[in-house]
Nanobody, 121 residues
Framework: VQLVESGGGLVQAGGSLRLSCAAS????????MAWYRQAPGKQRELVAI????????NYTESVKGRFTIARDNAKNTLYLRMNALKPEDTAVYYC???????????????WGQGTQVTVSS
């Protein structure tokens, strides 16, 4: 499985970016997918989750109201629209398929290279 993230860059605080994740995953359309991020010196953090149909989404509290996760199953592509960006959003962003044990979410596949998002103040 190959996950290729793109769309990152340098943006001023308050700006917007849209990340994309192209997945060479034959089961993409039936997988719950997620975006994670990892800031320097910090653990990887789950940012947003979307179910297989795209009808249900969840976000970590710090991005609610600013980020929107979406998917196009026909294109095997996952998206993350990020608005009102803050310096604390600076991180490398990754996508992955995820599964749950009922209480936590876990990544299914190996990680791609990620895409760097840098927000200047």
């Amino acid at each position: 499985v190959q996950l290729v993230e793109s769309g990152g860059g340098l943006v001023q605080a308050g700006g917007s970016l849209r990340l994309s994740c192209a997945a060479s995953l034959s089961t993409f359309s039936i997988n719950t997918m997620a975006w994670y991020r990892q800031a320097p010196g910090k653990q990887r953090e789950l940012v947003a989750i979307i179910n297989s149909s795209g009808g249900t989404t969840n976000y970590t509290e710090s991005v609610k109201g600013r980020f929107t996760i979406a998917r196009d199953n026909a294109k095997n592509t996952l998206y993350l629209r990020m608005n009102a960006l803050k310096p604390e959003d600076t991180a490398v962003y990754y996508c992955n398929a995820v599964f749950t044990d009922g209480s936590s979410w876990f990544p299914v596949d190996s990680w791609g290279q990620g895409t760097q998002v840098t927000v200047s103040s």
